[in-house]
């Protein structure tokens, strides 16, 4: 909390795969993260675990890897 700047916070979570290559994550005023900590992680992971699918996804339609 506050690692980058005072009165702001973030939360983040890689997508995954064989090889981290992206996350995704928010920073909202830590007011709201105090208020919405856990609603913001949860949609974050699930961000990207869709990132992931995605990716997943479109690699097997075009057969790049």
Avoid: K
């Avoid at 830590?30 to 992931?52: D, S, T």
């Amino acid at each position: 909390v506050e690692e980058y700047r005072p009165g702001i916070a973030g939360v983040a979570a890689p997508v995954p795969g064989a090889v981290v290559r992206a996350a995704v994550g928010v920073t909202v005023s830590r007011a709201e993260f105090a208020a919405r900590r856990w609603e913001l992680e949860v949609a974050v992971r699930e961000a990207a675990a869709r990132v992931a699918r995605a990716d997943t996804d479109d690699t097997r339609a075009t057969g790049a890897y």
